[in-house]
């Protein structure tokens, strides 16, 4: 086996001291660090999402995988100008107003992340006043609202007039997500996209960056 499936098996398998083992090999080696990003961890994170999305692996197994693959970009990093990263946008996720599940919407970081995008993660209880001042000094391209409770879905709304009274609306792509959020909820609020788990959010934000 290749020493870059080595790592993407070990992404695969959530072993981080793996992952790390053999990225440190490559690295000394000489290899080009994108290559260890894109054809060994972001190639194992890619197999991970298409599991989890058919039901054969769950969320304690996707997050180690996050993890393990976190360990092995952050060898790799300080080897790599900022502007050669992968870079596919910007998206800022936060759970909102009154609701404070955070496990999915962590894991919907994890794996936007893992698909190339810088994740700005404004945790939890985040009012419309918070997400239009994160909006203002972060600059995102896609923000992301997670809601698990029925009766906080409807600060999605709040939060996407609030942006619209301080002419943010229109400068980001919005998605939303949450147990009881649907797609036509979406439509009915005025988002551009919702998703039903974290490996289709990240084609949820390549899809609409590739909008822009
Ligand atoms: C864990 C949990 C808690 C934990 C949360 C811990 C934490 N740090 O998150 C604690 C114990 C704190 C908690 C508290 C409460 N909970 Co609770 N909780 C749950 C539980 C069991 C699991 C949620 C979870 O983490 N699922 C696993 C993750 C991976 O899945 P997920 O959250 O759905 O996320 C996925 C997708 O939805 C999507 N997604 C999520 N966010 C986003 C965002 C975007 C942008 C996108 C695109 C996609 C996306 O992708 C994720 C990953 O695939 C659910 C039951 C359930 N089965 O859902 C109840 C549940 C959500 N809770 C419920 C309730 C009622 C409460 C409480 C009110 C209980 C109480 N009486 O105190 C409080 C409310 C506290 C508050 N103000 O928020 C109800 C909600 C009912 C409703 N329809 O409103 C549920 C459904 C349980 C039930 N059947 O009654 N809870």
């Not at 990093?77 to 992968?86: A, F, G, Q, R, T």
């Not at 649907?182 to 490996?199: C, H, K, L, P, R």
């Amino acid at each position: 086996m290749s020493c870059f499936n080595e790592i993407g098996e070990g992404v695969i398998k959530g072993n981080e001291k793996l992952v790390k083992e053999k990225v440190q090999e490559l690295i000394d080696a000489g290899t080009n660090p994108l290559a260890i990003i894109n054809q060994g961890l972001m190639a194992g994170m890619n197999i991970v999402g298409a599991r989890f999305k058919a039901g054969d692996m769950f969320v304690p197994e996707v997050m180690m995988a996050a993890r393990a693959m976190s360990s092995g970009i952050a060898l790799v990093k300080p080897l790599i100008n900022d502007s050669d990263m992968p870079n596919a946008g910007k998206v800022l996720i936060g759970t909102v107003k009154g609701d404070l599940h955070d496990i999915g919407k962590n894991l919907v970081a994890m794996m936007v992340e893992s698909a190339g995008f810088k994740v700005v993660n404004i945790g939890i209880d985040i009012s419309p006043e918070k997400f239009a001042e994160a909006v203002k000094e972060h600059t995102p391209d896609i923000i992301g609202m997670s809601a698990m409770l029925t009766t906080t879905m409807m600060q999605m709304k709040e939060i996407i007039e609030h942006l619209k009274k301080e002419g943010l609306r229109d400068t980001v792509k919005i998605i939303i997500g949450g147990a009881p959020v649907t797609q036509q909820f979406a439509n009915e609020i005025g988002a551009d996209g919702y998703s039903v788990d974290a490996s289709s959010a990240a084609e949820l934000c390549k899809e609409l960056v590739s909008t822009f």
